[in-house]
């Protein structure tokens, strides 16, 4: 008797313990299938938000290419479908279903808006407003409500240098928002929020507290967040992107050093030094690799060239003859800035008093002695142009020796570079473009535009047409074949484009200064 219980115990605690092991084990596997699904649910989101549909700032990872569609060839005035009056504002049109979203800011009611409009027709489907207590420094060539717009079927999210992260329903109820301290830039926050689909990732470089922060999407609620001590003053947009291996990865341009993390947990991946300060272009992904690129001044052929101490001290003395006095330099007194840019035309020079108040009167008495003017132009000398071929390949920091290459010439300043035909194709101010090797770095193609003013808004490639609009309103559409553009339309409009076009099933979607319209 005792044998047999012993015996069915014994074989009971086997079927129990297998039994114990099979749920364990279906535990394991139900786990390993929500993980898959919910990397499928992130992958397709990020399709989704950003392949498919123009719903963040240069498309997201689409990064300014596009491929659905019928591209549009004119933008003349026959080919509008429709325009409507905007508010002040530089953010670009998003798109998510047949919902445009974009923000502006008001200065005189000291409020801030989310935009929703009908793809269609343009009707404005609702407005939020929110209350600003202390606004942003900005540049002319800036605004109050710069940063782009993410969206998704669900809503959208808006970010403002004066306020903070706000996502709203598709409908404009308000979901959740992150009241974020003004940050400390030259020019004003123009960085825009990314989106994964599942999470939203925030860069906020300032010359105090820089950070890059993750919340999910659905409830706001911080993921995790990194300080960047490293970091000064940045007006990019960070690139979120899956590699080959199917790790997601977030890219930051700033200064002095670009990095690469971990978009799952903020971990530190990879890092290059040396590029200048405050810098604007977002960057670019390809075959497992990164494209950084920064513009500087002081670059061979590309120099901010300033006199020398004793001449300009003898020409605005302090009254001990020993300082340059900032209060005796007229307006009128002009260092040549950009010698591409037109004459006339704002940018293309800057008032000495300026250059000298900002960068080199370090202790702000309205002075600048010997010791401070040295420091000053060594820095400008050092401030280079900049653009790199980061090949992953391991963990930690890569010297300029480990990257594919590094170059200074064909660097934009506030427009972003993009891959077509396996180039790197690059507009500047003044209408100069340039096709870069993308293995090796070296200038296939140098070309100028007929077209005035300064590139803000980035180039957009409809499969393969190439939009490119300045600042002044001239427009370019050109097609893109091996290191030559075909110019096949060419005009102006009446008013100063600054934001990037959008590309859609319905037409190309274009914010002026004053107006956005649809061309078709």
Same mark, same amino acid.
């Given at each position: 008797?005792?044998?047999?219980?012993?015996?069915?115990?014994?074989?009971?605690?086997?079927?129990?313990?297998?039994?114990?092991?099979?749920?364990?084990?279906?535990?394991?596997?139900?786990?390993?299938?929500?993980?898959?699904?919910?990397?499928?649910?992130?992958?397709?989101?990020?399709?989704?938000?950003?392949?498919?549909?123009?719903?963040?700032?240069?498309?997201?990872?689409?990064?300014?290419?596009? %491929?659905?569609?019928?591209?549009?060839?004119?933008?003349?005035?026959?080919?509008?479908?429709?325009?409507?009056?905007?508010?002040?504002?530089?953010?670009?049109?998003?798109?998510?279903?047949?919902?445009?979203?974009?923000?502006?800011?008001?200065?005189?009611?000291?409020?801030?808006?989310?935009?929703?409009?009908?793809?269609?027709?343009?009707?404005? #489907?609702?407005?939020?407003?929110?209350?600003?207590?202390?606004?942003?420094?900005?540049? &002319?060539?800036?605004?109050?409500?710069?940063?782009?717009?993410?969206?998704?079927?669900?809503?959208?999210?808006?970010?403002?240098?004066?306020?903070?992260?706000?996502?709203?329903?598709?409908?404009?109820?308000?979901?959740?928002?992150?009241?974020?301290?003004?940050?400390?830039?030259?020019?004003?926050?123009?960085?825009?929020?990314?989106?994964?689909?599942?999470?939203?990732?925030?860069?906020?470089?300032?010359?105090?507290?820089?950070?890059?922060?993750?919340?999910?999407?659905?409830?706001?609620?911080?993921?995790?967040?990194?300080?960047? &001590?490293?970091?000064?003053?940045?007006?990019?947009?960070?690139?979120?992107?899956?590699?080959?291996?199917?790790?997601?990865?977030?890219?930051?341009?700033?200064?002095?050093?670009?990095?690469?993390?971990?978009?799952?947990?903020?971990?530190?991946?990879?890092?290059?030094?040396?590029?200048?300060?405050?810098?604007?272009?977002?960057?670019?992904?390809?075959?497992?690799?990164?494209?950084?690129?920064?513009?500087?001044?002081?670059?061979?052929?590309?120099?901010?060239?300033?006199?020398?101490?004793?001449?300009?001290?003898?020409?605005?003395?302090?009254?001990?003859?020993?300082?340059?006095?900032?209060?005796?330099?007229?307006?009128?007194?002009?260092?040549?800035?950009?010698?591409?840019?037109?004459?006339?035309?704002?940018?293309?020079?800057?008032?000495?008093?300026?250059?000298?108040?900002?960068?080199?009167?370090?202790?702000?008495?309205?002075?600048?002695?010997?010791?401070?003017?040295?420091?000053?132009?060594?820095?400008?000398?050092?401030?280079?142009?900049?653009?790199?071929?980061?090949?992953?390949?391991?963990?930690?920091?890569?010297?300029?020796?480990?990257? %594919?290459?590094?170059?200074?010439?064909?660097?934009?300043?506030?427009?972003?570079?993009?891959?077509?035909?396996?180039?790197?194709?690059?507009?500047?101010?003044?209408?100069?473009?340039?096709?870069?090797?993308?293995?090796?770095?070296?200038?296939?193609?140098?070309?100028? #535009?007929?077209?005035?003013?300064?590139?803000?808004?980035?180039?957009?490639?409809?499969?393969?047409?190439?939009?490119?609009?300045?600042?002044?309103?001239?427009?370019?559409?050109?097609?893109?074949?091996?290191?030559?553009?075909?110019?096949?339309?060419?005009?102006?409009?009446?008013?100063?484009?600054?934001?990037?076009?959008?590309?859609?099933?319905?037409?190309?979607?274009?914010? %002026?200064?004053?107006?956005?319209?649809?061309?078709?």
């Amino acid at each position: 008797m005792l044998e047999s219980f012993t015996a069915s115990a014994t074989c009971h605690a086997g079927i129990f313990q297998t039994l114990h092991q099979d749920q364990i084990q279906m535990r394991k596997n139900l786990a390993l299938c929500m993980v898959s699904f919910t990397l499928i649910q992130m992958w397709v989101a990020i399709a989704s938000t950003s392949g498919q549909e123009w719903s963040q700032f240069r498309g997201g990872s689409l990064q300014s290419s596009f %491929t659905a569609g019928e591209p549009v060839t004119d933008l003349a005035e026959k080919n509008q479908r429709w325009s409507i009056d905007l508010p002040q504002g530089h953010s670009s049109p998003v798109i998510s279903g047949n919902r445009i979203y974009l923000t502006s800011a008001d200065r005189d009611a000291s409020t801030v808006s989310t935009h929703c409009f009908d793809i269609k027709t343009g009707k404005q #489907l609702w407005k939020t407003a929110e209350s600003v207590t202390e606004w942003e420094n900005i540049h &002319p060539f800036n605004s109050l409500a710069t940063p782009t717009c993410c969206a998704d079927e669900d809503g959208v999210v808006s970010y403002f240098g004066s306020y903070g992260l706000i996502r709203y329903s598709n409908n404009g109820r308000k979901l959740w928002e992150h009241r974020i301290p003004v940050a400390t830039v030259q020019y004003g926050v123009s960085t825009s929020p990314v989106s994964d689909g599942q999470r939203i990732y925030l860069l906020k470089d300032s010359k105090e507290g820089s950070f890059l922060k993750c919340y999910a999407l659905s409830t706001g609620k911080e993921v995790w967040s990194v300080d960047r &001590p490293l970091n000064s003053a940045n007006n990019s947009t960070p690139l979120i992107m899956r590699l080959n291996d199917g790790s997601l990865m977030i890219a930051v341009n700033g200064t002095p050093v670009s990095q690469i993390y971990n978009a799952e947990n903020g971990d530190l991946i990879a890092w290059n030094s040396g590029y200048p300060f405050e810098p604007i272009s977002v960057p670019v992904y390809v075959d497992n690799s990164f494209i950084f690129s920064n513009r500087g001044t002081g670059s061979e052929g590309d120099p901010l060239t300033l006199p020398d101490f004793d001449s300009l001290r003898r020409k605005f003395p302090t009254e001990d003859d020993l300082e340059i006095d900032l209060s005796r330099i007229p307006r009128s007194d002009q260092l040549m800035l950009r010698p591409e840019v037109e004459r006339g035309a704002p940018g293309r020079t800057i008032r000495l008093a300026f250059i000298l108040g900002a960068f080199c009167d370090r202790n702000k008495n309205g002075r600048v002695d010997a010791n401070e003017y040295r420091v000053a132009t060594k820095e400008f000398a050092s401030n280079r142009n900049k653009m790199a071929r980061l090949a992953l390949g391991k963990k930690g920091q890569y010297t300029d020796q480990d990257l %594919t290459w590094t170059v200074t010439r064909g660097v934009p300043e506030m427009s972003n570079p993009l891959v077509a035909d396996d180039q790197v194709f690059t507009i500047e101010d003044g209408g100069i473009y340039n096709f870069i090797s993308l293995q090796g770095g070296q200038t296939i193609k140098k070309g100028r #535009l007929q077209s005035r003013g300064r590139y803000t808004s980035s180039p957009v490639l409809w499969q393969d047409l190439l939009y490119l609009i300045s600042n002044a309103g001239d427009w370019t559409i050109a097609r893109v074949t091996k290191d030559e553009l075909d110019v096949i339309s060419q005009g102006s409009f009446t008013d100063p484009v600054f934001a990037t076009p959008a590309p859609t099933a319905e037409g190309l979607l274009i914010r %002026t200064e004053t107006t956005l319209r649809l061309y078709r």
